[in-house]
């Protein structure tokens, strides 16, 4: 087995800002501490990339293994956090089912942070597997990677997973059984994260964020157009996000208040709004949502969805540490060209965000060159050059936290300024 580690250092004159870099303990030889660190794949395992937990075991969901847990397992978060909400038996079995959005073939998986809570009731999960199919969330299922975890020396280790298969899959389940320090009978099991790198064929566009939904503390209803959505939730909130493939990313604000909320949401076999919300900046929770009438959102039908000066775009896809816009943006930047040819403004600012992976320096660049990418675009289709100008902001302007997925793929944005 080989284990990841991840360094942090201090940049120069720069006062408490870390960058990782990323070495291996065992036969792998790391770069230097000198050397930049290689920008960090894509994990297609997060709920932010569209992987949707659909189903937990009934053994677990009887020791409390919540969606709100199958949910933390895939939310880009290493922290570890309680598993079963129930003590369950030294060989207890946690068995989650999650849907991908499209067929995507795996070459990596890993459990960062494999660390223990000190008390004798309490250890983190022992045998971790991964299992894959095509065929359905039922069955046809294969071993892709497995490992017997052991407890890390330090925070920021990673444990890789034994590779079994590099078969396309639309559907994983994560297994977990026992733990590393049984002490008692009956156990409390913890876990963090299961991270899943390779490659992913092309996302349809999903087309079925249009209605209305409501649950315990829910009412949203949802206008589709394209690859933009309007909305109205909770009474008081409107909404406007951009889909990029099953994933909506909104921002809301309550008429009232002012009080803003940031969504991440899905819908589940066509029926079901599932995602994570964030209010006056508290962490994401868990958002689930069955169909209702149009009344339940308790507020005005939603303006038609559109996009121009003032909007927050989070649609507009790019090649991986790159500057190319993908094909799949093309909905999103031809409904901003729309909403921006006719708009009277002489001057519109596009401003570019990122994330806060990597350094500030970087991501002011990266930004900076993204900005200026939507600016060609737009000139291509016909807005004179004079009236756009781009600006690259990097991390500096969040609008959700850093600490998962889903608060990273919001911030990883395009905002449109107009005077």
């Known amino acids: 087995m080989q ?27 790391g770069p230097s501490l000198g050397a930049q660190a290689p920008p960090e794949r894509i994990d297609y395992l997060t ?5 949707i937990p659909l189903t937990v075991s009934a053994a677990a969901t009887a020791a409390g293994v919540t969606m709100d847990k199958a949910l933390s397992s895939v939310d880009g978060n290493p922290t570890g956090f309680t598993l079963s909400l129930r003590m369950q038996g030294a060989d207890g079995a946690t068995e989650i089912t999650y849907a991908l959005p499209a067929l995507t073939t795996f070459d990596r998986f890993a459990v960062p942070n494999v660390l223990e809570t000190p008390s004798p009731g309490s250890t983190f999960s022992r045998i971790v597997e991964v299992h894959g199919s095509a065929s359905s969330p039922t069955d046809g299922f294969a071993l892709l990677g497995s490992a017997t975890l052991t407890t890390h020396p330090q925070r920021g280790q990673v444990t890789e997973l034994t590779l079994h298969a590099r078969t396309p899959v639309r559907w994983v389940k994560l297994r977990l059984v026992g733990g590393i320090n049984v002490q008692r009978d009956q156990m409390f099991y913890e876990f963090s994260e299961i991270v899943g790198n390779g490659t992913q064929e092309p996302i349809a566009l999903a087309t079925h964020f249009t209605g209305a939904w409501q649950g315990r503390g829910v009412q949203i209803g949802l206008r589709q157009q394209g690859a933009v959505v309007s909305g109205c939730y909770d009474g008081l909130g409107s909404l406007s996000g951009t889909v990029t493939g099953n994933i909506l990313r909104a921002t ?10 940031l969504f991440v949401l899905t819908v589940v076999e066509d029926t079901l709004l599932r995602g994570v919300r964030s209010t006056n900046g508290a962490p994401f929770r868990l958002y689930t949502s069955g169909p209702g009438p149009q009344s339940a959102a308790r507020c005005p039908t939603p303006p038609p969805p559109a996009l121009g000066c003032n909007s927050v775009i989070h649609g507009i896809g790019f090649g991986f540490d790159s500057a190319v816009i993908t094909p799949e943006s093309e909905p999103v930047l031809s409904m901003l060209y729309d909403g921006l040819r006719n708009d009277p403004s002489t001057a519109i600012l596009l401003e570019g965000h990122t994330s806060s992976e990597g350094t500030e320096a970087y991501n002011l660049s990266l930004s900076q060159r993204r900005a200026a990418a939507v600016v060609a675009d737009l000139v291509r289709r016909g807005i004179p050059a004079g009236r756009l100008r781009a600006a690259g902001i990097g991390e500096a302007h969040p609008i959700a936290t850093n600490d998962d997925e889903s608060g990273r793929s919001l911030n990883r944005r395009v905002e449109v300024r107009c005077t």
């Open 3 to 29: 284990t990841a580690r991840f360094l942090s250092f201090g940049l120069p004159g720069r006062p408490g800002r870390l960058v990782r870099a990323l070495c291996f303990t065992g036969s792998a030889v």
């Open 47 to 51: 709920f932010s990339q569209g992987a």
């Open 252 to 261: 809301g604000q309550e008429s009232r208040t002012g009080v803003k909320s």
